[in-house]
Each structure stands twice: as structure tokens, then as C-alpha cells.
């Protein structure tokens, strides 16, 4: 058995509160040591000298599991959306999808919260947990019905289940490709108000605090609702969020030209609300950044802006257009934090610390190192990204799965 | 009653009259040129009813949507020119054999046409076409976008009867929301130096609108104060399913055009609207055939006009013209 000693790096752990020089020893896939170490001499060494040790990154809420997309973002675990072709409503599927991503990523399923994501009749929650099911989605859309809605809380919660939401009225989102404003104005595009958000946050949280459940919020990016969650949480809601670093750094002026890889679900907002939610990662407000991951083909975005389907690859940038959004200043605990250490606490799922004993999943980066998207290098399978061409600082240099190294920078 | 105007605002030093490959929009088009392409269709109302400009060219009018009128606008305005007019009804043929529409523009394209006259349902479709073809494209209605041709003939029709745009006042009534003849009339009518108005029920009228520069109402009577135009917008029946009325007598009631609500407007006060009427919906019979007041009729003479100017300006630098500073050579 090899033993992986990673040496000198600055170790950025949220959820042990360290944050300093140190190394840290990898054997038998965990983790063995961290801090001032010893290392036996057969050790394979890595010098991190520079670089900034965290644990790998979690995406809460990926629609395609693009094994080396993830390596690349330093992902080594994702929350798989059921939106899948079939959607994952059976324990079979929840099993099947569970081995999707190996040997390379973890995948964690989230079950159906209703049979093919239909909003009218509960999935088999219980069974899926079985399986392996991490959670419980609603999906792409919202629940559209409240009776369904709360019974899935009261549900789930016996389980012990977070149900992630998507947080957009689907009456008031109706077949609106943008959010009312200026832009969907003068472009004469079919647009919704913002408030389809606050108003689906509002009844979900109102349920969840009825109901004692576990509610994640899987984007938000409003003003309105992120002050609804964050009145909820001083009253001990159990509800946490996220949101997507396109959210943090584009608005919906994007869309001029009707550039449809701007095309996004939630749509891109109002200078106002992309403000707000960024100043909500920064206060806390939003527990995670997730990438959205939902990337389209060429011909599912050559389309009128209206025709296209929303949705853009996120997974390899995940890291850096978060770093970018929040600054080096906001500390990069916090940005471990929303990237590793909360997602695993909210799902309850193994990584996301550097603790000994925890696996070996470490994310190797350096926040100085600048490049450039370049959307034709991307390694999705479809590579739209509104940040073609959008130079960054910042880098994942090596993952770490498992104890093993599975990507390396060139 | 109707006298031949000329552009307030000539075409500065320098600049050209009509820098642009298509006709997609009024948005971002200078006063000068919206004045340039006016006085060029004046042209056609005044001197003459037929040219050769075009002949030997193919036009293709290309409608993803129906239409009628505008269809036959644009086929009489080709055909007075000398083009070879072709018209497909697409609506009907490629799109429900699930080819996509760049592979449509492609075809479209390797047929060769001079000019492409395109009407589509989709905001932003005629620009994606546009950006694949290597002809010059007219915008003849995208989705709830633009309708360029209709914003000018509405100009040419008021410059002719009020001397001018400057100035005035103009209420555009009614179903604003989903028309794209009320954005391209606001950025037209905006950029010419006149006083624009927004009149329609609140469910109706588009979010953030006084950022396009102009004043919205909701209330019809105040909206009509003092207006020298008011231009009526077809209201589709659809609108009572999705809610965003009551019925079509409270529609009446409130936003319809009657004589007793337009006595608020200015006395001289020119009533226009782009058809297909609904009389007794948006507007009353007596209005709509009052030949003092009511401008409907010379619309669609002017659309044929400034949609001859519209393809001889854009096909000239293919007959091998050029701006030269002072003229075409």
C-alpha cells in the first residue's frame, strides 16, 4: 500500500477550522495525518509548496456526470439531479447511476421526489435511500401542487432526507425564457417576474418549517427570497441554499444579442439581485456554490433565444468563477466552505473535510494562477459556457481521489 | 390634405446614410437614417409608382408565421422594383419536417436570393438567419421583437399628414406587451424627437418600459390628453385565456377608441392602426372610418412605399453602388 504525503501546502479545511502551513499523509484511501507530520520515507511525496489544500469540492446539483469535467474542477463528488432520460423515480436507477461515474467521481443520486418528476405522486423515497439516494429533488421545475409538496416534506423527514427544491413558481415562470426587465423588454423576449422565486421560496420554507423537514434551496438569486431564507434561518428553519457562479457574476443584460448560452434556469437577473446575491454567499446566507452543470448541445442552443433550452456546462469552471465572484479578500474558507464543507453536512455525505479518517479526496489549487475559459478545451461533452474567452485567476492543479492522484494540470 | 416631406434631419458630414448590411431593427438606428429611408419612400409615393432597381434580382420572402398583408406589401414593393418575387410559406413546409432554421437559412441561402424577407414567431430568429446568410435580410416581424417596416410606414404616414415627427404627441394604445409594432414604433418615434405614450391595462403593458423613453399609462383618457396621433394595436382573443383580461366588452369599455374618448386628444388628431382590425374590440366603426381622422387606409399605401425604399436601399451596394458623401455612384 503507497502512502501519498503531500508537503508544505497551505491546508484550507472549514470544517476542522484549520487553515495554516502543514502536510498531510494519505494511506489506505483516507486520510492519515494532517498538520506538522511524519511521513514514513517510502511515502510517495508531493510538494505543494504554494499551493492550497482543501478538500475536494462537492457540486450540489449536476444534471450530466462528466467524470473528467470534475477532475478537472477538482470535483471528485456530485449530487446527480434526477432529471435523467428515465428520470431516477426507481431504486434500480438510483443503483445504476451510483456506478455512472466510477472509477473516477463519486456520484450521488437524488431520488425522484415524485414518479417521473410529474409533481403529483411521491417517489419511492424510502426505497432510493436504500439504493443509495444522497436526497430528494424536485427536479428541474417546481412542485406545483402544496398538498404534494408538504406531504413530500412530512415524507422525507422520517427518512431523514434533505428535499432539494427548484425555486421557481411554475405558474408565474410559465414558459418565460428571462426575467421581466429592460432587456426582455427591448428584446421582445417572453419574460417572468422575479418574484416566481420569492414567492415558490416563501411556500417551501413555510411547509418545511411546518413539517420539521430538511429543505435545500438549490439556486437562488433574488433579493426577495434570499431575505426570505434569511429571515427563516434566524427563526431554526432547517432550510439552506445555493446558488451558481453565473448568478454571482452575470445579469440579464447578458441575453442582448440574444446570446442564448445565457439562457439559464434560474434566468439571469437584475443587476440588483446578482449584487444581493453575491453580498449573501458573503454573509452566509447561501450555504453553497454549485455549478448548475447542465450542459447543451449545439443544437439545443442555435435556436431563437426563446426556442433554446436553458442550461450551461460549469463543472470545469466551478472553482474559479467562484473565486472570482467572491474575491480572494471574502477568505478562501469560505469559499471551501460553500464548495466542500457545506454540501456535505447538508446531504450528509462522507469528504469535505481534511479530518483523519475522512477520505482522501483533496483538491490541489493555486488561487493565483491565471488562465483563460476556453470553451472549445473544456472537457464536457458539450462545452457552452457564457465565459468563453473570460480570463481568470485561479486553478485547480491536482485532484486527489480516493488517495489517488486522478488529474493533474499540464 | 397630404403634402411631400423631407427628412428634419439630414445626414450629417461624413456619415452614411445607411451603414448597415440588414434591415433588423429601429433599435440603434440613427435619426438621420430612419429620416433617410423615409424621404427615399417619399420618393416612391411622389414620383413614380414602378422602377427597374431590381431587376434581375430574387427576393425571396421567407414567413415562418402568417401573414397577409404584410406579405403582399412585400411582394407588390418587389415586384414594382422588377425583382423576381418568391414566396414560401414556411410556416407550413420545412419546420414541421423538423429541419432546424439554420439549416433552413442555409437552403434559403443556396438558392442565391439578393434579398430575404423573413417573418418568424421567435424574437432574435431573423438576426440568427441573418448572421448565416450572405445576403442582405429584412426583418418583416420577429416574435414580440421588431417589425422595422411598420414603425416607418407609421412615420411616413404622420410625417405626411403633420409635416413632421418632432414634437408631437403619440399614444400607442393597447395590447403593448406582446407587440412588436409598439417596440420598433417607441424606438422610431423616440429617436426622432417626439413625445411617446404607453397606453394599455397593467397586465399588458411591458415590464420596465420608461426605460425605452417612454411614458406609460394605464389609464386610456389621460393617456390620450392632448395627443396630435394615436395609434391603436390589435388586440389577439387569445389574450382572455392566459388572464390577462376580463372579456372584450371591458376591454371596450376602457381601452376602446371611441369618439367620445378620443375628444380628449388634440382636435387635429390623426387615428392610425396596423390592422387586421377589431372593430368594436379596440376601436368603434365610426373612428376607424372617419376619412378626416383616420390614417388606416394610407398606411398600408405607404407600407408598399417604404417597403420599395427598404429593398432598393439594401440591395444597392450588390447593383454595385456606393455612397460616395454626397450621393450614389
Known sequence: MTVLHIKGAHIVDPASGRDEIGDIVIEDRKIAAVGAVQAPSSAKRLDAGGLVAAPAFIDAGVFRADAEACLAGGITRILLMPDQSPALDDPALIERAMRIGKPHVWVHPLAAATRWLAGTELGEIGLMQAAGAAGV?????????????????????????????????????GSASATDGET?????????????????????????EDTGAALHIRTVSTAGAIDIVRRAKSRGVRVTCGT?????????????????????SPPLRSEADRLATVAAVQDGTIDVICSGHDPR???????????????????ETLFSLSLMALGEEAGLSALVARLSAAPARIFGLPGGKLDVGAPADVALFDPKRAWRVEASALSHAAANTPFDRLPVRGRVVTTIKGGEIVYNAS | MTAQTKSATPVPDGAHPFPHDHLLGIEGMQPWEIGFLLDEAEYWVTHRQRGKQLKRLTQINAFFENSTRTLVSFEIAGKRLGADVVSMAVANSSVKKGETLLDTALTLDAMHPDVLVIRHEAAGAVQLIASKVSCPVLNAGDGQHEHPTQALLDALTIRRRKTRLEGLRIAICGDVLHSRVARSNFHLLSAMGAEVRAVAPPTLMPPAIDRLGVIPFTNMDDGLKGADVVMMLRLQRERMAGAYLPSEREYFHFYGLTEKRLAAAADDVLVMHPGPMNRGVEIATEVADDIQRSAIKEQVEMGVAVRMACLDVLTRQRRGLAWNGEGWA
Open chain 1, 137 to 173: 429533488s424536485t427536479g428541474r421545475r417546481q412542485i406545483a401542487s402544496s398538498a404534494v409538496m408538504h406531504r413530500l416534506l412530512r415524507y422525507s423527514r422520517a427518512f431523514g432526507m434533505t428535499v432539494m427544491s427548484h425555486a421557481e413558481d411554475l405558474e408565474l415562470a
Open chain 1, 297 to 315: 448541445t449545439q443544437e439545443e442552443k442555435r435556436l431563437p433565444y426563446a426556442y433554446a433550452s436553458p442550461g450551461m456546462a460549469g463543472l
Open chain 1, 244 to 264: 451558481t457562479p453565473a448568478h454571482l457574476l452575470l445579469n440579464d443584460a447578458e441575453a442582448t444579442g440574444y446570446r442564448s448560452f445565457a439562457r439559464l
Open chain 1, 184 to 208: 426582455a423588454t427591448r428584446m421582445g423576449l417572453p419574460s417572468a417576474p422575479a418574484i416566481a422565486e420569492s414567492v415558490a421560496v416563501s411556500r417551501d420554507i413555510r411547509l418545511a
